[in-house]
C-alpha cells in the first residue's frame, strides 16, 4: 500500500469494474513488500469468499500454496506484474514484454552516460519475480558487443521501501566512487536513488535511470538527477 504504481493499478481497475457494473473490487496489500503480509490478507480474501484474488506476488514459490488453497475453493487466481509460480494462478499477465524493458533499461543508461562506466541496479525485494526478470534481461543486453564498456558492478536491493532504497543508493555511493549511473526497476527505487543522487550532491556525476512514475520523477528530472526514465502503463494494467 501507499506504492503510486499499484495505486494507478487500482484506478484502472476500479473503471473496469465501473464499466462491467456488477464487479467490486476490494484494493488492499500489506503495509511492507512482504509474502508473509501477502499470505495474510490472502486468507482473509479466502475467509471472505471473494470470486477472484488478483496479485502481484512479493515471492513467486511462498504464495503458491495459499493460492492454491484458494482455487481449490472456486477462487480464480491471477497474478499480474510480478508473477506466481505457475501452479499457484491460472493466469500471469504481464505489463510488457520483459525483453524489450531490460533493453529499454540499458539503452537509457547508455544515452544517459555514454559507452562506458561502471552501472549498478537498485531492485525491490531479492524474490520480486518482475524484478529478477528485468535484471536477467538487461544483463543480457550488457552482454552485447555495443554494451561492452558498462560494468554491472553490484545488484543491491531496496525492498520497494522508500527509506531503505536511499540507504542502499547511499551505499553504492560509497562502494563504488567511479559509479556513473543507477538503474532501478522499480518505482520506489528510482526515486529513492534519485533524491539520493541530488541530497549527496551527486547531479552530473551519477545519473540514475529506471522504471518511474511521471507524477514522481518530473523534479528529478529537472534536477538533472534523472535524463530519462520509462514506465508501462499502470492504469491500463489494472483496467486489464
Do not use: W
Request: include cysteine.
Amino acid at each position: 500500500l501507499g506504492n503510486g504504481f499499484f495505486d494507478a493499478a487500482n484506478q484502472g481497475a476500479q473503471e473496469a469494474a465501473k464499466e462491467l457494473k456488477n464487479v467490486e473490487i476490494i484494493y488492499t496489500g500489506p503495509a511492507k513488500a512482504t509474502a508473509e503480509g501477502q499470505i495474510e490478507i490472502v486468507n482473509s480474501l479466502i475467509a471472505q469468499k471473494v470470486s477472484a484474488i488478483v496479485i502481484s506476488a512479493n515471492d513467486p514459490d511462498a504464495l503458491a500454496p495459499v493460492l492454491k488453497r484458494a482455487m481449490d475453493r472456486g477462487i480464480k487466481v491471477l497474478s499480474f506484474d510480478s508473477g506466481v509460480r505457475k501452479d499457484g494462478r491460472l493466469m500471469h499477465l504481464n505489463p510488457s514484454s520483459n525483453p524489450l524493458i531490460g533493453e529499454k533499461l540499458v539503452k537509457m543508461t547508455a544515452d544517459a552516460i555514454g559507452a562506458t562506466g561502471e552501472v549498478a541496479v537498485l531492485s525491490a525485494t531479492a524474490q520480486a519475480t518482475n524484478q529478477n526478470i528485468r535484471i536477467q534481461e538487461a544483463k543480457k543486453v550488457l552482454a552485447q558487443p555495443a554494451y561492452k564498456g558498462l560494468k554491472l558492478v553490484s545488484v543491491v536491493y531496496g525492498d520497494d521501501q522508500t527509506d531503505k532504497s536511499y540507504r542502499e543508493a547511499q551505499g553504492l555511493f560509497k562502494s563504488y566512487p567511479n559509479l556513473k549511473a543507477i538503474i532501478a526497476p522499480t518505482t520506489v527505487g528510482v526515486a529513492a536513488a534519485a533524491k539520493a543522487v541530488q541530497d549527496e550532491k551527486k547531479v552530473g556525476a551519477i545519473f540514475v535511470t529506471g522504471m518511474g512514475l511521471p507524477s514522481e520523477m518530473a523534479g528529478h528530472e529537472k534536477s538533472g538527477a534523472v535524463k530519462s526514465f520509462a514506465i508501462c502503463n499502470p492504469i491500463d494494467l489494472g483496467y486489464s
